[in-house]
DNA sequence: GAGTTTGAAACT
DNA sequence: CAGTTTCAAACTC
């Protein structure tokens, strides 16, 4: 199967993360396409914040004993000792292992994370990992010192080397009971997570989360950003496994500085710990960029998420109650790398038999095994999970096919461990992921577009979605992210095996749900309800969020352009075409191809293309105006020709235009402005009037319903109905009790009476009047 | 709705 | 960078 090109990969953005489920063969996709890495996808992914090369292919351990107290990851990998993580046909991620100590997670897709479904061999509780993105992390665990260092794949030659061994079987030693992460941040420095020491010896096997041996912890952490500890709740199914193989951690690590954003930090932390042997002291020591930071758990059983660096750290920390199986010893880590330095939300699937509320659960599996199972209670529907990255504008969803998002827990025997069964791992390759950005029903402070690379955060209102990234490799292609549009969404394009992610306008996510293509291109089935609601955009050219929200974008009408140039609104706006107009258009998820080409020709051509034109002036100026200016020769710039004009903002200083008229001063104006203002009013005025009229209509159309289908000769409208009969009524009482209360005289008080009645009468003549003359009108 | 006008985008 | 062409929206009838 094909992959994402690294060149892609380095596209992407890094916050984007997507969990594919990893499963056993027989779980896996329904083409049963099994993702093996490629050499090619050895190479470096590109990352922004990758640390040099030369420092990234880590061997951290090389005391480490080959064969002492270590498992292959890949038991049954046939042939080379590799399994792959195949995250659904559009995001493969191969994990190679390498007999060498080093252990090698080689995603052959970097942006692809991987939701790892395994079944606990003891519990039968099936357990899914999430989180295996931009995984390009050959890591070494050491036998002597209990580290397991996660280093991305610097170059194809270290994986190769990596391949070459991978027969041999894994070695990874418990001694240290270290985690060793490099190439997590810019700096190069490496983290050294401290996995915690349960005091048991390698093999034998510890019950974890009983009484006698509290939930073993872990420690996630995160370079830079505020810290929030996701909580994981444990549930009655997780039941204590014993472990007699490596405990898998996939963690996903923002880079990017925490931002304002308010969207709660999370991790898609996927790990199969291995606890057996580790002393009872649970300690992650991340070492970022020379910090160090040591964390003592006193309960050795717990999972404990940390944040480092974070300034904002406004997330108590909170213990993840995981019911970590003491297993054998050794650890994968898996760190999921991210451009953004605030921690991610965590999302994992949920994949368990236990009757639990939309979870996200963070599968474990080792070859002992899965050894625990997170549960994450989500505020979303089980086939909709949040991604909420801090520090970015993006807010993604994954879209997870029932098949993965709620499949059942597998109950089997501890000999039914898929990864015991030695069987290549293969992520749930049928189901159609997406780790896109939404925007929530509520309007959030997103993250103005920056360059990934940068570590400033600029927070913004703006919400509107543009689109960017390739969904196809293109390795031509990269876009230049600092001019990207904010808002974009990433999606895995339509029938493509090979290709990865497709920008998506957010409201497309919506439409993706419920589109043929969706229920095409996932084996399960992707439930409509999990369609996501309103979505906020940013403003549009300088108008305001609200009326950009209130008003739908026009339709383009395009015939020539195919939509791929910016002639076209809804290219130029980041959008799909969407119940348009236009003919041949390409501007859609089918001709991701297309479109990314001609996305990057634009950006060639202009590097703020896809920026918004209607900008802040300077100072003293406007607050708003045209990046450019308008060239009106003949309008005047006084009609919607002028961009000027039509974003409602005078000329400035950087305009060409000839024969201007668009300025403060203008009576042309000024005139024009009040009598678009006046026609404004008429119009909102008439629409309201509209509106109430429609709803009166519709009320009595109603009421009058049963009266119509009884109907015989009689008027269509019998509006003296109950309610009416029964307001008329009360109207008349309450006359009556004012006349009363005054101490009118009996006639003055029936004349009041009589008055009030004839008002009602008045009322509903005119009611049914209107109606009848509606109703002749709409053929009623 | 068809045709015209207009100016931004694209092209040379 | 300037001139020309293309294009689709805005506008007019």
Redesign the pocket.
């Known amino acids: 199967m094909d992959v994402v090109s690294p060149e892609l990969n380095s596209l992407l953005p890094d916050e984007i993360m997507d969990t594919e489920a990893i499963e056993d063969i027989p779980h896996s996709q329904p083409d049963g396409t099994a993702v093996q890495s490629e050499p090619g996808d050895d190479t470096s992914v590109p990352m922004e914040t990758d640390t040099p090369a030369a420092s990234e292919n880590v061997n951290l351990c090389p005391d480490a004993a080959p064969t002492e107290h270590t498992q292959t990851l890949t038991t049954s990998a046939p042939a080379d000792s590799t399994f792959s993580i195949s995250t659904g046909s559009q995001l493969p991620i191969s994990i190679s292992s390498a007999s060498s100590p080093l252990l090698t997670l080689k995603p052959s897709m970097a942006t692809s994370t991987a939701t790892t479904r395994t079944t606990d061999s003891v519990t039968g509780t099936t357990v899914t990992t999430s989180g295996l993105q931009k995984l390009t992390a050959p890591f070494t665990i050491s036998a002597a010192n209990h580290q397991i260092i996660l280093n991305k794949v610097a170059s194809s030659q270290a994986t190769e080397a990596a391949k070459s061994a991978a027969s041999q079987p894994q070695v990874i030693k418990q001694d240290g009971q270290k985690l060793l992460v490099t190439a997590i941040g810019k700096s190069g420095q490496p983290i050294v997570l401290q996995l915690p020491h349960t005091g048991n010896k390698p093999g034998v096997s510890q019950t974890v989360g009983d009484s006698k041996s509290p939930a073993p912890q872990f420690k996630v952490v995160t370079i830079g950003g505020r810290s929030e500890l996701k909580p994981v709740a444990g549930s009655a199914g997780n039941q204590v496994t014993t472990l007699q193989a490596q405990q898998l951690k996939t963690l996903q690590i923002a880079k990017k500085t925490p931002t304002s954003s308010a969207a709660p930090i999370k991790f898609i932390i996927t790990k199969t710990v291995n606890s057996k042997g580790l002393s009872p002291q649970t300690t992650v020591s991340p070492v970022i960029a020379g910090r160090v930071l040591t964390q003592n758990s006193p309960t050795p059983s717990k999972v404990t998420v940390v944040s480092v660096a974070s300034p904002t750290s406004n997330a108590s920390q909170k213990s993840m109650t995981l019911p970590v199986n003491v297993a054998l010893g050794q650890q994968i880590l898996t760190v999921q790398q991210s451009t953004s330095a605030s921690p991610v939300k965590v999302a994992t699937s949920q994949t368990t038999t236990q009757n639990i509320k939309p979870v996200q659960s963070v599968a474990v599996g080792g070859v002992g095994g899965s050894q625990f199972k997170t549960i994450i209670p989500l505020a979303t529907q089980p086939n909709v999970q949040q991604i909420q990255v801090p520090g970015s504008r993006f807010h993604y969803v994954r879209l997870v096919t029932a098949t993965t998002a709620s499949s059942t827990g597998q109950p089997s025997g501890p000999s039914t461990s898929s990864i015991q069964t030695a069987k290549p791992m293969v992520v749930s390759t049928g189901a159609v992921r997406m780790s896109v950005p939404i925007v929530p029903a509520q309007t959030i402070k997103q993250v103005a577009p920056k360059p990934l690379t940068s570590a400033a955060v600029v927070t913004t209102t703006q919400t509107q979605q543009r689109l960017i990234m390739p969904a196809t490799p293109l390795p031509q292609i990269q876009p230049n992210f600092t001019n990207l549009p904010p808002g974009t969404v990433l999606a895995p394009a339509p029938g493509g095996g090979n290709v990865g992610y497709a920008v998506v306008p957010a409201q497309y996510v919506t439409q993706l749900q419920q589109s043929p293509f969706v229920t095409l291109a996932s084996s399960s089935g992707f439930p409509a309800s999990t369609a996501i609601q309103t979505q906020a955009r940013l403003p549009l050219n300088g108008l305001s969020t609200a009326e950009t929200t209130s008003r739908p974008r026009?339709p383009?009408?395009?015939?020539?352009?195919q939509c791929l140039?910016?002639?076209?609104?809804c290219f130029?706006n980041g959008e799909f075409c969407n119940n348009c107009n236009c003919n041949n258009c390409f501007n859609n998820l089918e001709h991701e191809t297309e479109r990314l080409k001609a996305i990057k020709?634009?950006l060639d051509?202009?590097p703020e293309?896809f920026k918004p034109?209607i900008g802040k002036g300077k100072e003293g100026e406007s607050d708003r105006r045209h990046s450019?200016g308008?060239?009106?020769?003949?309008?005047g710039c006084l009609?919607?020709?002028?961009?000027c004009y039509?974003a409602k903002i005078m000329c400035s200083s950087i305009c060409k235009c000839i024969g201007c008229k668009n300025f403060e001063e203008s009576p042309e104006r000024k005139t024009l402005m009040h009598l678009a203002d006046a026609a404004e009013v008429r119009v909102q005025q008439q629409t309201a009037a509209k509106t109430k009229l429609s709803s009166q209509i519709s009320d009595l159309l109603m009421r009058t319903a049963p009266v119509i289908s009884s109907g015989g000769g009689r008027l269509p409208y019998t509006f003296v109905t109950k309610e009416v009969l029964e307001a008329t009524c009360e109207c008349l009482l309450e006359q009556a009790k004012k006349a009363e209360q005054t101490h009118q005289p009996q006639a003055e008080a029936e004349r009041l009476i009589l008055e009030e009645f004839g008002h009602c009468l008045m009322r509903i003549i005119s009611s049914a009047g209107k109606a009848k003359a509606d109703c002749a009108s709409i053929n009623c």
Not at 556 to 561: A, F, I, L
Not at 630 to 635: A, I, Q, V
Not at 639 to 643: I, P, R, T
């Open positions: 026009k383009c009408n395009c015939t020539k352009s140039k910016l002639y076209c609104d130029a020709t634009c051509r202009n293309a034109k450019k308008c060239n009106c020769k003949r309008s009609k919607n020709y002028c961009e039509e």
